[in-house]
């Protein structure tokens, strides 16, 4: 065998780092996230309800801001008629964080978790939050 001792040695280099994600992360456990929804305007809601039900807006609720944005800024349509046929104003500060207006709490808890950047700031003014 030509370069054997080589081979080997480029294999094992190899695959010390292919496997380098996983044996750095040994014994490293992320918390999973749970979004607080404890704000006073929920509190003071009688029927906690979101646009869309819980499930829907765990699963596409960045689908459904994307919509709301090309509908508001291309459209000029500035209302949505959600699933059970309710009227809301299309507006990510006047709608979504009026409720949720514990931004840190709520959005960055799992875009942390996920790794995600979202570029809603870049555009639009992030809410001010109390220090408790």
């Known amino acids: 065998m030509y370069n054997g001792g080589k ?3 480029g294999l094992i280099i190899f695959l010390a780092f292919v496997a380098f994600p996983l044996y750095y992360n040994i014994g490293k456990v992320s918390v999973k996230p749970e979004p607080k929804l404890d704000t006073s305007v929920i509190q003071q809601l009688k029927e906690k309800k979101c646009v869309e039900p819980k499930a829907y807006m765990k699963a596409e609720h960045m689908k459904l801001l994307n ?3 090309d509908s508001a800024v291309r459209d000029g349509n500035r209302l949505y008629i ?3 046929g309710k009227q809301f104003t299309i507006s990510l500060q006047n709608t979504c964080m009026k409720c949720h207006s514990n931004k840190k709490k709520f959005c960055d808890e799992c875009h942390n978790y996920a790794a995600v950047k979202p570029y809603c700031w870049d555009c639009h003014i992030a809410p001010k ?4």
């Open 67 to 69: 919509e709301w944005r």
């Open 82 to 84: 959600n699933s059970e």
């Open 7 to 9: 081979i080997i040695i």
């Open 129 to 132: 939050e109390k220090e408790i």
